[in-house]
């Protein structure tokens, strides 16, 4: 054989193996949390969601935002919100996703009522869950 020829075989065998299929990374997620309202009557108090690190019970306020992650495909992001108030008031819950440093999808909204009161502020609470990568 020439020296072209094994120049040559040794070059494809090295493209070759270089080509061969490799395990791809995993794709990294982000979760982002949110929690609007308008009311005037409405006063959230705990807003606790799941992250990387498990359940995080954090102090509300009548617009919320955290992101967590990095995150794997399967993770079961949840979240609850709870508040008080003396008439019915809608509050909003968003779950948003982002893949490899994308933007932010939307991939579920919640619209609930918290506050159920009268005369006295009522306790309530509404929570919403969504499986990453679905």
Do not use: W
Not at 18 to 39: F, G, L
Not at 41 to 63: A, F, K, M, W
């Amino acid at each position: 054989m020439s020296k072209i020829g094994l120049f040559t075989l040794v070059i494809a065998l090295l493209t070759s193996i270089a080509s061969c299929d490799k395990s791809e990374d995993p794709d990294v997620y982000y979760v982002k949390y949110k929690v609007y309202e308008n009311a005037e009557n409405l006063e959230i108090e705990h807003v606790s969601v799941n992250t990387e690190n498990g359940i995080q019970r954090l102090y509300g306020d009548s617009d919320f935002e955290v992101i967590v992650g990095p995150v794997e495909k399967g993770f079961e992001a949840s979240m609850v919100v709870e508040g008080s108030g003396l008439m019915e008031e809608y509050v909003f819950i968003e779950i948003l996703v982002s893949v490899n440093d994308g933007p932010f999808a939307l991939k579920l909204q919640e619209r609930g009522i918290l506050g159920f009161g009268s005369s006295e502020p009522l306790q309530g609470s509404m929570s919403a869950t969504y499986t990453v990568g679905e």
